[in-house]
Structure formats: C-alpha cells, structure tokens
C-alpha cells in the first residue's frame, strides 16, 4: 500500500513493508476517521459503477423491447445516482 495522506508512513522513513504500518503509525481518531474517508470513498465508487451497469443494462433491455425491465433498471438507475450524489467525496 503506498504512503498517503491516509496511510502516513511510520517516522523512521523507512518504506512500508506490509498493508498494516501505515495504520499502525495513526493515533485513534486519525485511524477511525482515515478508515471512514475510505468507506465513504468506496461506497461511492461501487454506487458510481452500479449506476453505470445499470444504464448499459438498461439500454440492452429497450434494444430487446423489454418494457418493463427497462422501467425497473432505470428506477433503479436513478436511485444509485441520487445515492453517488449524496455520498460524493468531498461534498
């Protein structure tokens, strides 16, 4: 893993050897919120890509004239854009 502003390296400056020294060289807080800036930044991305699979499925189903399914895929399309949005890092 390399070394970020929320993975900091350990002061020795010696390089990381493993995923787990540059947590190790956070306090508590700077841990826990390092840890919610990544999940915050993950849930983005996985609804980021739902949303993008969503739209391709959807156009594969109006090409097949599937009414319906492309009802229920758009409704859901829209529901993981409205999510991206609100969960967008730095917002």
């Known amino acids: 893993m390399p070394a970020s502003a929320d993975f900091p390296s ?7 050897t493993d995923a ?9 807080d700077d841990a826990i919120a390092a840890c919610r800036r990544q999940h915050c930044r993950l849930q983005w991305e996985v609804a980021r890509y739902i949303e993008e699979l969503l739209r391709e499925l959807g156009t594969m ?4 004239e599937l009414g319906q399914l492309v009802y229920f895929l758009e409704m859901t399309r829209q529901e993981a854009e409205a999510l991206s949005l ?6």
């Open 10 to 16: 350990a002061a020795t400056g010696e390089p990381e």
């Open 20 to 28: 787990w020294s540059g947590w190790l060289a956070l306090s508590g």
């Open 61 to 64: 189903a109006k090409t097949a």
């Open 86 to 91: 609100r969960i967008q890092p730095g917002t």
